[in-house]
């Protein structure tokens, strides 16, 4: 063989070579890579990354800082607005309240009843509250003890006497004198009654003019 075929052959042999050392690395690099299982993540590692993961990409999505998070914008109503919706629910709870004047107490043991001698209701005046009390078969309760207190919903703070006096007519009737509420509007009335070795409650509501 000449000089020349001889040069050219071992020109060829180097280029093999070459291509060799550069492909046989990355050959095993994706041989290694196909072999290796997906790795598993718990669930709160996978809460940051993405579901689209994929082992050849290894590409995760962190969640951002708390720095990064633009805060929540506040929601506040203008105040008329506001004063509007309480002015609202105000008249709601009003229509939901019943005026009765015979109710059964909480735990169902007594009937009662009330009323407002003449002159009637009004505000800023003593007044007195007749007060009837039957067991739930219609029996008058005698001798039974009465607290009464009252409260406005829509002011906690507005003035009421409570009787200077509870006296007992007979046949389960009373009389509390002296009751005096401070302002007018919607009141709720509350009764305690111990009788017969029994304590119970009962509320009424009552519109002072």
């Known amino acids: 063989m000449s000089p020349f075929w001889r040069g050219i052959a071992g020109l060829g042999a180097v280029v093999l070579g070459l291509n060799a050392v550069c492909w046989l690395p990355a050959a095993a690099e994706e041989q290694t890579e196909a072999l290796t299982p997906p790795p598993v993540f718990s669930p709160q590692e996978k809460k940051g990354r993405s579901r689209f993961y994929t082992p050849q990409r290894r590409m995760t999505l962190e969640p951002p800082s708390s720095k990064e998070q633009s805060p929540i914008p506040s929601f506040k109503l203008p105040p008329s607005q506001t004063l509007k919706l309480l002015e609202e629910e105000k008249k709601r709870r009003a229509r939901r309240i019943s005026f009765a004047t015979q ?11 009330y009323s407002v001698p003449s002159p009637g209701l009004a505000s800023y005046n003593p007044l007195n509250l007749r007060i009837q009390i039957l067991d739930p078969n219609g029996i008058p309760v005698k001798h039974a003890r ?11 703070l507005a003035y009421f006497r409570p009787p200077r006096s509870i006296q007992d007519l007979g046949r389960g009737a009373y009389l509390a ?7 007018p509007g919607v009141w709720k009335l509350k009764l305690t009654i111990l009788g017969r070795g029994q304590s119970d409650q009962v509320a009424f509501y009552l ?3």
């Open 103 to 113: 109710r059964f107490t909480r735990e169902r043991m007594f009937l009662v009843r």
């Open 146 to 156: 009465i607290t009464l207190t009252a409260t406005k919903p829509d002011n906690h």
């Open 177 to 183: 004198r002296g009751v005096l509420f401070g302002e």
């Open 207 to 209: 519109k002072v003019p």
